[in-house]
């Protein structure tokens, strides 16, 4: 019975929370989220969480075994060459570093035209002496593929695209897995998945293209294989671990004057690219500017551990989405602004954090709409809450005025609100409502402090005033926002329940009259306690649509309370009119 008696005591701000959420969810997912309005708000916050776990989660083992070769600023003014430099330079960079015996040296430099010939002689039989190099390629504004030239790409392991995706605000998070001639045929993979498939022992000319995957199959045919899922349109999103300062890196200039270096890269997957700025190949990306071989580890990271990001399920998305706007619109329904805004904080803070959680486990959704739509609701509801009071208050004014003492409205402020709810309450009964629907109901507390004569005469006018604010005072802590309470004169006290039924009237008045039971006052060194009577009634279930009727009711109730003892809750009857 008191579980039917409290949903039916919440039922109102529930179910218009519910009716808001189905709602304004309905809005966004059918209408807003096509026109991709809050695309950039949503990557911007997926940034953030880049950067937050970056910073608290401990570098993964896996990146142990990477390590750079990088032409930095430094290697620019020691070498004693122009940029680009001779293809002689870098046989002597992939020389030195298969004497440490690496696991793979991967390249991130594009040889599209062919040099001096003994240059080129060189550094293509020292690719081909290593036997583990993997070149660059690159596709150009208009699609072009420029290759190495055909002698180094002959003698390479593999040859991969370097491209990756810019999004609209400019920052690099997405790469294609696969590129299409104008005969959609598969004519290159990326760099990355080239390294991979060498590391892995894969074999790429397998490779079976699903509708949302890719599956690399071994060369020995073998269970080991790599599966990509598409996350959107043929396209891999990077999950950015690392940025530059966390590999260890080796400058160019270094490694060509130092052959002792070698030994670093013992069993090392060996990446080499330009870490240099003036040579402009910096991108933006959710850890900040990197350079694209930083970018291109990243990736490949991603191949070899399985580290992939994986959308969120749309159903996710969409509860995630509506049950925080219920919560927004419930808490801002439900309670008076300070609390509401209380719970609102520790909502979003909670859903963050889950939010977050769900991004460390690798899952990449909408995380940014929940808590855009879910404060518009909020402050949306609380403005036409608050704004309606505040125009009510202003045509009331001159009519409401509030008790001295204890700060409740006074007699006539009572009266008035009650006339404006039972009016309320009789349009209601024109459309036919149910007669016991909380919500279609009002009811109304008498109540009036036991002994109150006896207090002032033992203790004084000046105890007595501090016991009716006291009383006032619980009042106030166990009624909601929308209920009115009211000093009606001297000790006696009422409480307008709107949308509130009969048993639901009474549970509030038990609950007033256990705390103000409950509570001790000191005077001149002794403890006092004291007690009320309470009178209800209900203007539909009782039969009372007058002002007058309903008062004098719950005073019937009352005296039948002070008759029978004093401290009790007594529900008005029709026998109490005889």
């Known amino acids: 019975m008191s579980k039917s008696i409290m949903r039916n005591f919440f039922y109102s701000s529930f179910s218009k929370a519910c009716v808001l959420s189905i709602f304004v969810s309905f809005i966004y997912f059918g209408i807003w989220e096509r026109f991709s309005i809050l695309d950039i708000p949503v990557l911007k916050i997926e940034d953030l969480f880049f950067k937050v776990r970056q910073s608290i989660l401990p570098l993964s083992p896996a990146f142990k075994k990477f390590i750079l070769v990088v032409v930095d600023d430094e290697s620019l003014k020691r070498i004693d060459e122009k940029w680009p430099f001779s293809r002689k330079t870098f046989a002597e960079m992939v020389n030195v570093i298969e004497t440490g015996n690496p696991r793979l040296i991967a390249l991130d430099f594009v040889f599209s035209r062919a040099g001096d010939p003994a240059d080129d002689f060189l550094f293509s039989e020292a690719v081909r002496n290593s036997g583990k190099v993997i070149l660059a390629s690159f596709v150009d504004s208009e699609g072009n593929y420029l290759l190495p030239f055909d002698e180094l790409r002959s003698a390479a392991k593999g040859c991969g695209v370097v491209n990756k995706l810019l999004d609209p605000d400019l920052f690099v998070r997405r790469a294609n897995l696969f590129y299409l001639s104008e005969k959609k045929q598969i004519v290159g993979w990326p760099w990355e998945l080239e390294a991979a498939a060498f590391l892995n022992g894969l074999d790429l000319s397998r490779t079976q293209l699903a509708e949302t995957f890719i599956r690399v199959p071994s060369h020995q045919g073998s269970e080991k294989e790599l599966k990509l899922n598409f996350y959107d349109h043929k396209m891999f999103k990077i999950n950015y671990r690392v940025r530059a300062s966390d590999i260890p890196q080796v400058p160019l200039w270094k490694l060509l004057n130092n052959s002792n270096l070698s030994s670093e890269f013992l069993g090392k997957i060996v990446l080499a690219g330009t870490t240099s700025q003036i040579l402009h190949d910096y991108y933006h990306t959710p850890l900040g500017l990197m350079p694209g071989v930083v970018v291109?580890?990243?990736?490949?990271?991603?191949?070899?551990?399985?580290?992939?990001?994986?959308?969120?399920?749309q159903v996710f998305n969409i509860l995630l989405f509506s049950l925080f706007i219920w919560f927004a619109s419930y808490f801002s329904l439900r309670y008076d602004i300070l609390r509401a805004v209380i719970f609102l904080i520790i909502l979003t803070v909670a859903g963050i954090l889950f939010c977050f959680f769900l991004f460390c486990v690798n899952f990449s959704g909408n995380y940014f709409a929940p808590f855009l739509f879910g404060s518009m609701i909020f402050l949306m509801i609380s403005l036409c809450r608050y704004g309606l009071l505040f125009f009510e208050n202003v045509r009331l004014r001159g009519k409401v005025v509030t008790d001295p003492l204890t700060g409740l409205f006074n007699r006539r402020a009572l009266e008035f609100h009650l006339d404006?709810?039972?009016?309320?309450?009789?349009?209601?009964?024109?459309?036919?409502?149910?007669?016991?629907?909380?919500?279609?109901?009002?009811s109304f507390l008498m109540i009036d402090i036991d002994n109150f004569k006896q207090i002032n005469d033992t203790y004084g006018h000046s105890f007595g005033d501090d016991v009716i604010k006291m009383v006032a005072y619980q009042m106030g802590i166990?009624?909601?926002?929308?209920?009115?309470?009211?000093?009606?004169?001297?000790?006696?006290?009422?409480?307008?329940?709107?949308?509130?039924?009969?048993?639901?009237?009474?549970?509030?008045g038990e609950k007033i009259r256990k705390g103000i039971e409950e509570q001790k006052?000191?005077?001149?060194?002794?403890?006092?306690?004291?007690?009320?009577?309470?009178?209800?009634?209900?203007?539909r279930t009782d039969n009372l649509p007058a002002p007058r009727a309903l008062i004098r009711a719950a005073d019937m109730a009352l005296y039948e309370a002070k008759r029978a003892g004093k401290n009790k809750v007594v529900l008005y009857r029709e026998s109490l009119r005889s």
């Open 296 to 313: 291109n580890l990243n990736m490949l990271e991603n191949f070899l551990e399985k580290d992939l990001l994986k959308r969120l399920p």
């Open 420 to 442: 404006m709810e039972l009016e309320k309450l009789s349009k209601a009964g024109a459309q036919g409502s149910r007669k016991l629907d909380s919500l279609r109901e009002i």
């Open 478 to 508: 166990n009624t909601r926002a929308d209920d009115l309470v009211a000093r009606y004169g001297g000790e006696e006290f009422c409480i307008l329940l709107p949308h509130t039924n009969k048993q639901e009237a009474e549970i509030i």
């Open 521 to 539: 006052v000191s005077y001149v060194n002794q403890i006092a306690s004291f007690t009320i009577s309470v009178g209800v009634a209900a203007s």
